[in-house]
């Protein structure tokens, strides 16, 4: 019963894409099953797993990534329609000179447990303060049309989008308040 | 000496878990790896008639489809959860009956869409009544106590008392949802098992795997260096390492395969719904002399699991007459399992509501209530506690927070379109530990390292074994290198149940003794060039070990607010106040306080699977439509711990704090609720719904 | 997943000749709902043309006072655009009240519209729904439907649309720009989305092919004074269990004009034309509000899990309105 491994491979052209993406500042030419996520491609074609696979559904924000710098869940992006397009994983949010003050920041203040929706929590922190410098509103926003300010009940709303059943939370905010210093 | 216990100390793993490079059972590199995908049942009960897999074996990319008609063979009797694979017979509507392995995700998961499968199916019961013909008293409750205890004569001390409270309670089906699914890498090689998989402890995942595939304990090798949560779940072997196992072994080839976050609900385990009736019976001054807690919960037809949800209140409060009793019933329902605090969490929900009915029945802040019933000695086992803090923890806890000019009324609080109120409860957890073995290496550089099978699910394990182990070696932390998360280390016992530090560091530390020792009386007190090692198991100290009840303790205080509009509810505060005995690394522990507690806020308001009885399985089965608290839901938390030492736990001292913070903590929620709007909602969760039409005049 | 070919057409009209030339082909814009739906096995598209880089992603203020938001707009986007923030405030308000932060960042204005029913029966293809497979039955209908309609329902479907959004645009009175295989069309979005009835399937009027480009926003000087009230399960990133969308122009304590919309409650984002008809031209009071739900709500029929519902968006009508009322 046990099948010959090369029967059946993907090999339709039609159901698979030549893709160009940079990630984390490295160029990759890949070919791709169309129906492979940006997350399933960043962890099973490019050894990236720091990017997790909570839900698979965009309902947990495990999967966060920044796309050309805007935070977003990459369980639900087909690879297929990011050619020529930039992606940061919690992989590159370190720097030459060492980790970036979120994740130095989330070491600090105990912002995790088991630390699967970590990369995710870090990714759309990141994105976040960069909407909150941009003066984007929130749900909990009281005057629409004055600038961001980033209070508590602010990164909690934002925050949101990344569940963490831990309940990390308060440190969480502890972090992002800490970082966007 | 005593220099890294009670330091609060960053985890160790920090940097790979910022950075991304911690990996998860599914993330180990692999050569020619496939990807496996199961296949849930979608009828309640019957037999599989056929299973057709060529549609999905056309599939480009899938190589084969394992069911019972033609998977490898298990050993039975060991489990009939894990039996899997291996009959036609469906016990439960999202049962695991088939894999796909494919050579990618996507083949995968499109094969498994296709399998097809006929059945035969039968009647089915799903739903928990307190009518159900079919309860029964089981032999014993989780983990192995006496299903029903007496003391004195409950029913005349009920009937005497002037006050009486006579409640039930209800809990629905909670899911655990750890963030990562349950999920494995197996592999075989040269007729070794290797598997990478997400669990609470390998090293009986490792004997299950030994005895299902007939193999000795050494050709099964179970890693878990990193876990992404369990919450009991994943306490023991689950589906995917079984038919990760299956689909290696068959296909020849090492096989990822993770459960998807909708078939969580169900094959993993999950808590029962509960069915609690709480009689109260006291004097006006509130002191209690009758009390009851009868029981009920459900099981699968193929394994008995029995929530012990009527323990907690055979020891939290005095009375002189006392019963409590369990029944349980066999419904065509996947096997409940543990998650956090089973038993005592939905337990201490019904008597914690239960004892803030008997404070306004009599008049008496419930604070003052639980002080007055409070008992040096054990009702249950008749022996003094080794230690009892529960009263510290309730004053500290109502200085902290401002409970003293309360006014009890309810219902009578506005600030705005808001209602508020505020309840407090009571909490208590077992501090028990089991055997491990551990040991303890010196090179003559004058590192060292400790090794154990411990398991991290990010309780901070590895953070404070690392600090127990520098102290009982007395060397400065960065000479110790701690090794856990392999079953190729000395066995040790799951982390659950809260006995994972007090199991763990018990080991450690006679480990590090025994090496301090050898050193001492080595040639010349030094480390010969091949280094010394120590091994030690704990196995006859702790069977020594005299019993006693011993417990840790809490208190929870809450302040919740409702709008009248819409009847939402929001927490505003919870302070939780602790009594564990030491506390090992301050940082962490806070994060196992705040993490229980607002699991317990999340049962309270927000959790519930939703069962449909025709079909027999939850309806919400993802994180969308199954709530679980948002970091929005938690405004602002704290967790404190009294200064405890007790002599008579461990070597190490600690009570265990992974469990302590949910326990009770719904209920302290629910008081809350009904101080701000008096009504008392006795079925959980507490949603606007059952709130919006009841609530004083807008 | 079925396997699926890919285009990415660079015009609006190529892509609908892309879509018109193959029966299974379906649009994908942002795609937080269709590959969702996809992964479910709900939708099985043969061919993916993927609109996003058509150049629909813009909000430019029209010289009439109004606005026009393109399909492509990023959700997140149009709710911090200063425009829609000063003119629009339930839009955005709306907007911000939906999914979450990296949601928004991918959901475009379009796919927003045409996102499917969140109904657990409909997304599990393993029981009954007439909307994912017609004629076989409705499960919610007996089933777990505290989240589902109670207004505008069939035996056939008790289906909700789950956006926020749409509420906020149905209550502004926006016409959607779309291009249907025979050209270009518009049509008021009161008039998009239908009830149920026999044809859960159906859930927009356009013509199977029609690509949505953009969304027209008339003047509205209402709207400056517009508010969104939306009631769920947690603090944050939940569907609605109802809500409200609200303008209201005072005149002297008299309603001179109002725009109200229900969400969470039927099929279609539903405009209250009954609750503003009772409002218009009388003194506003909290009562008259709430007597204004009322007549809307009459025709509201509750499912066994849902009743809550009704009572639910007469409170938050009372206390958008009321709100509005009492602003400076």
């Not at chain 1, 039609?14 to 990759?28: A, C, P």
């Not at chain 2, 192995?144 to 001390?157: E, K, N, R, S």
Request: hydrophobic content about 40%; glycine content about 8%; overall charge neutral.
């Amino acid at each position: 019963m046990r099948s010959g491994r090369q029967r059946g491979k993907p090999a339709d052209g039609d159901w698979s894409s030549r893709v160009t993406l940079t990630v984390n500042g490295v160029e990759h030419d890949l070919t791709l099953d169309n129906r492979t996520t940006l997350l399933d491609a960043l962890r099973e074609r490019l050894g990236l797993t720091g990017s997790k696979k909570g839900c698979d559904h965009g309902q947990c924000g495990s999967c966060t990534t920044l796309l050309d710098g805007r935070r977003v869940k990459s369980c639900l992006i087909l690879a297929v329609t990011l050619d020529g397009r930039t992606v940061v994983t919690v992989e590159g949010l370190a720097g030459p000179e060492g980790l970036a003050p979120i994740q130095a920041a989330f070491i600090a203040h105990d912002a995790y447990q088991c630390g699967y929706c970590t990369p995710g929590q870090l990714c759309s922190a990141q994105g976040m303060l960069d909407e909150v410098s941009r003066d984007w509103p929130s749900a909990v926003t009281e005057d629409l049309t004055a600038p961001a300010q980033l209070t508590d009940p602010e990164i909690r709303e934002r925050m949101s989008g990344n569940l963490c059943r831990c309940a990390a939370y308060p440190n969480i905010v502890a972090a992002v308040r800490e970082a966007a210093r | 000496m005593s220099t890294m216990m009670g330091v609060a100390h960053t985890r160790l793993e920090g940097r790979e878990k910022v950075t991304g490079a911690a990996r998860y059972a599914v993330e180990f590199p692999a050569d020619d790896v496939t990807y496996g995908w199961a296949v849930p049942a979608s009828v309640t009960r019957g037999r599989i008639t056929r299973i057709d897999p060529a549609p999905a074996l056309a599939v480009p990319g899938v190589l084969d489809v394992l069911h019972h008609g033609h998977a490898p063979r298990l050993v039975p009797g060991v489990d009939a959860t894990l039996f899997l694979l291996q009959e036609p017979a469906v016990h439960y509507r999202g049962e695991l009956i088939a894999v796909v392995v494919a050579e990618t995700l996507e083949a995968a998961r499109e094969g498994a869409r296709l399998v097809r499968i006929d059945y035969d199916t039968e009647p089915h019961s799903t739903v928990l009544t307190e009518h159900h013909p079919g309860l029964y008293r089981p032999d014993k409750v989780n983990p192995g106590y006496p299903p029903d205890t007496a003391d004195g004569d409950f029913d005349a001390g009920f009937a005497a008392a002037q006050i009486r409270v006579d409640a039930t309670y209800r809990t629905p089906a909670y899911h655990n949802n750890p963030m990562e699914p349950h999920a494995t890498t197996a592999r075989w090689q040269d007729g070794r098992l290797l598997v990478h998989d997400s669990n609470q402890g390998s090293s009986p995942v490792q004997s299950a795997l030994a005895e299902l595939f007939g193999l000795p304990r050494e050709a099964v090798r179970v890693v878990t260096e990193h876990v992404g949560g369990g919450f009991g779940s994943k306490g023991y072997a689950k589906a995917p390492v079984v038919l990760a196992a299956l689909a290696a072994r068959q296909v020849g080839r090492p096989v990822r395969l993770a459960l998807t976050r909708q078939q969580l609900f169900g094959p993993i385990g999950y808590r029962t719904p509960t069915i609690q009736r709480v009689r109260l019976g006291a004097d006006p001054d509130g002191r209690i002399s009758a009390v009851c807690h009868d029981a009920i919960s459900q099981t699968s037809t193929i394994y008995e699991f029995a929530e012990q949800s009527a323990v907690y209140a055979r020891s939290m409060y005095a009375g002189r007459h006392r019963r409590t009793t369990h029944r349980l019933v066999r419904l065509d329902v996947p096997t409940p399992f543990w998650m956090r605090a089973p038993g005592e969490c939905p337990g201490a929900y019904a008597l914690e509501s239960a004892m803030d009915e008997l404070a306004t029945a009599c008049g008496v802040d419930p604070v003052e209530l639980r002080i007055r019933n409070d008992t040096a000695v054990d009702p249950d086992q008749g022996q003094p506690f080794s230690s009892r803090d529960l009263v510290a923890c309730l004053r500290e806890g109502a200085h902290r927070f401002g409970w003293a000019d309360r006014d009890p009324t309810p219902g009578v609080r506005r600030d705005g379109r808001w209602l508020v109120g505020t309840g407090v409860a009571g909490s208590n957890y077992p501090a028990r530990a089991r055997a491990a073995a551990a040991t303890a290496t010196a090179a003559p550089d004058g590192t060292f390292e400790v090794r154990i099978n411990a398991t991290d699910i990010g309780t901070g394990a590895r953070t404070a074994l690392w600090q127990v182990a520098a102290d009982a070696l007395a060397v400065p932390g960065d000479r110790v290198t701690i090794r856990i998360g392999d079953s190729a280390l000395p066995p040790a016992g799951v982390a659950g149940g809260s006995m994972g530090t007090a199991s763990w560091s018990w080991a450690i530390i006679r480990a590090c003794e025994g090496l301090r020792d050898r050193i001492r009386n080595s040639p010349g007190g030094t480390v010969p060039a091949e280094g010394l090692t120590v091994e030690v198991s704990t196995a006859d100290e702790i069977r020594a070990q005299p019993p006693r009840p011993r417990y840790a303790y809490g208190a929870y205080f809450v302040e919740v607010r409702i709008d009248v509009d819409t009847g939402e509810i929001r927490l505003d505060r919870m302070l939780g106040v602790f009594a564990a005995g030491r506390i090992v690394n301050p940082t962490t522990a806070r994060s196992q306080f705040i993490g229980g507690m607002t699991m317990g806020v999340s049962m309270a308001l927000h959790e519930e699977g939703l069962l449909d009885e025709r079909y027999g399985d939850w309806v919400n089965h993802d994180l969308a439509t199954y709530h679980i608290s948002t970091c929005a839901d938690v405004d602002r938390i704290e967790a404190y711990w009294l200064p405890e030492e007790d002599a008579d736990l461990n070597p190490a001292g600690v009570k265990g704090i992974g469990e302590i913070g949910i326990v009770g903590s719904a209920a302290a929620v629910t008081n809350a609720v009904h101080h701000a709007t008096g009504i008392r909602i006795r079925d959980l969760p507490v949603r606007l719904d059952k709130l919006l039409e009841r609530l004083p005049a807008r | 997943m079925r396997p699926f070919r890919y285009h990415r057409p660079t015009e609006v009209a190529e892509a609908v000749a892309q879509l018109d030339a193959e029966p299974d082909a379906a649009y994908l814009a942002g795609g937080t709902n269709l590959v969702d739906l996809m992964k479910l096995g709900v939708q099985r598209p043969n061919l993916l043309i993927d609109v996003t880089r058509l150049p629909l992603d813009t909000v430019e203020p029209l010289p009439d006072g109004g606005v026009r938001i393109g399909a492509n707009v990023r959700n997140s986007d149009l709710a911090a655009h200063p425009v829609i923030r000063r003119d629009y405030p339930v839009l955005a308000r709306a907007l911000l009240a939906a999914a979450s932060g990296q949601l928004r960042n991918m959901a475009t204005t379009g796919g927003n519209l045409l996102q499917r029913t969140r109904c657990a029966y409909f997304q599990d293809t393993s029981k009954a729904c007439n909307k994912r497979e017609p004629g076989t039955g409705c499960a919610a209908r007996h089933g777990q439907n505290r989240d589902l309609a109670v207004l505008g329902w069939s035996e056939h479907c008790v289906a909700t649309h789950p956006s926020d959004m749409a509420v906020a645009l149905v209550a502004l009175d926006a016409v959607v720009e779309a291009y249907a295989p025979d050209g270009p069309r518009e049509i008021p979005l009161t008039q998009l989305h239908r009830e149920p009835g026999d044809r859960p399937e159906q859930e927009t009027t356009l013509p199977r092919g029609t690509l949505i480009t953009g969304v027209r926003l008339p003047p509205s000087p209402l709207a400056r004074r517009s508010a969104y009230h939306k009631a769920r399960d947690r603090a944050s990133f939940a569907f609605a269990l109802g809500s409200v969308a609200a303008a209201l122009d005072l005149a002297g304590g008299v309603v001179r004009d109002v725009r109200l919309a229900y969400g969470a409650v039927a099929h279609r984002p539903w405009r209250a034309h009954r609750a503003e008809e009772t409002l218009r031209g009388r003194p506003f009071t909290p009562e008259l509000a709430a007597h204004a739900a009322d007549v809307e709500l009459a025709a509201a029929r509750p499912l066994e899990h849902n009743a809550f519902k009704v009572p639910l968006i007469r409170n938050l009508t009372v206390r958008a309105l009321t709100e509005l009322a009492g602003r400076p």
